[in-house]
């Protein structure tokens, strides 16, 4: 039987910044010329122009709300405990409204239609979490099930669209909520370090909303056929990736190495999940690689001999937005399901994404074109 992804929508926060804007400031809080010649090449080779905060903290005259300065002009850097309290009211705000405007956005389901809501993020941590505001916010019925998938990594979204894929599967009648939302920026550090450096540069703040079940597509939309899943580890990259709670906020490990490490095992990888859903290469169009950073982007494009066209989603979510972490991959599928032309056949898409561990997560996916126009 299959499956459906009806239609996604996503969200930031209205604080935005500019990539040149962020460096000049991360230039005058780091300390040393070492550092801050570190700070303009990454920035300017990160591949972003722009990205957002739930905070207004970072702007010239700004007294910070969690990110203070003391007399002298250096960041306080705030303690975990305050960065998780923040985490709770943005992400409350946020998830409820990225729900609502999917709700909104989908001619084909209501609020009364949702049988299960599948949340996802490694940003923080609340109980009653996003999952029950989006319940009483959204105006879901009590009976919702909720499902909470936390503290994975930039890969989560596609576990997600597989367990809401197996809900479809186990009971034809059930509509899958997901909602991703990771605010990256709380978790800022300034000590002297590239993987500090490396999570300042490209990760920013962003929700994202989907709707699937088995349900036919709306004919006046386009949407995804969900054809199949794939996991597997790169076990000799565990130290390369991963994702801490230390005592000022969550730490990142982030090694230079990880497109490198990326670049030798992603053919296998694909040729892997094409082969079991017996698929060939020349099936996929599109590729919906998550953006961890340009150096990923372009080490695989280049090892899977990928034109620009098909890559042309994940560079352009990476752009707009940088980094999201698990939200990242919606904004992508997003991107892809936008740019369908009316009356166009189907498209095959292969979505990847990466996380601590090494873990990589993949997915096929059909895209299903419009096949009328709207009234």
């Not at 990539?19 to 000049?24: D, G, K, N, W």
């Not at 565990?238 to 801490?244: S, T």
């Not at 560079?315 to 369908?340: C, H, P, Q, W």
Request: with cysteine; proline share 4%; glycine share 8%.
């Amino acid at each position: 039987m299959p499956v459906y992804l009806h239609h996604i929508e996503t969200l930031v926060p209205e604080q935005a910044y500019s990539q040149e804007f962020a460096r000049e400031r991360m230039e005058a809080w780091v300390e040393g010329d070492k550092q801050r010649r570190l700070v303009r090449r990454v920035y300017r080779n990160s591949g972003i122009e722009t990205r957002y905060s739930t905070l207004d903290d970072f702007r010239l005259g700004s007294e910070g709300t969690l990110f203070k300065t003391d007399a002298n002009g250096r960041i306080i850097e705030p303690g975990t405990r305050e960065r998780n309290d923040r985490f709770s009211q943005e992400a409350r705000k946020m998830a409820g409204e990225v729900a609502r405007r999917a709700l909104t956005g989908s001619s084909h389901y209501s609020a009364a239609d949702i049988t299960h809501v599948i949340t996802v993020t490694c940003t923080g941590f609340s109980n009653p979490g996003p999952d029950f505001h989006i319940v009483r916010e959204a105006n879901l019925s009590a009976s919702t099930q909720r499902y909470a998938l936390g503290f994975m990594g930039c890969y989560a979204a596609l576990p997600a669209l597989r367990m809401a894929s197996q809900f479809c599967q186990a009971d034809p009648s059930a509509v899958v909520l997901i909602v991703s939302i990771e605010l990256c920026s709380l978790h800022l550090h300034f000590e002297n370090g590239i993987d500090s450096l490396l999570g300042n540069a490209i990760f920013g703040d962003g929700a994202a909303a989907a709707l699937v079940s088995a349900r036919l597509p709306s004919p006046e939309r386009p949407a995804y056929c969900l054809d199949g899943f794939a996991s597997t580890l790169i076990p000799s990259a565990e130290k390369d990736m991963a994702w801490l709670i230390g005592n000022k906020g969550f730490e990142i490990t982030l090694s230079t190495y990880v497109p490198e490490v990326i670049g030798a095992h992603i053919r296998e990888i694909v040729d892997r999940i094409l082969l079991a859903h017996k698929r060939g290469f020349g099936d996929i169009a599109l590729w919906a690689v998550h953006p961890g950073g340009k150096a990923i982007l372009d080490k695989v494009q280049s090892e899977l001999q990928l034109t620009d066209d098909q890559i042309r989603a994940s560079r352009t979510v990476l752009r707009r937005y940088g980094n999201m972490s698990s939200a990242t991959s919606l904004f992508v599928l997003k991107e892809i399901l936008d740019s369908a032309a009316p009356g166009s056949g189907r498209d095959g898409i292969c979505a990847i994404a990466f996380g601590p561990g090494l873990t990589v997560e993949t997915a096929l996916l059909q895209r299903e074109p419009a096949t009328a126009s709207k009234a």
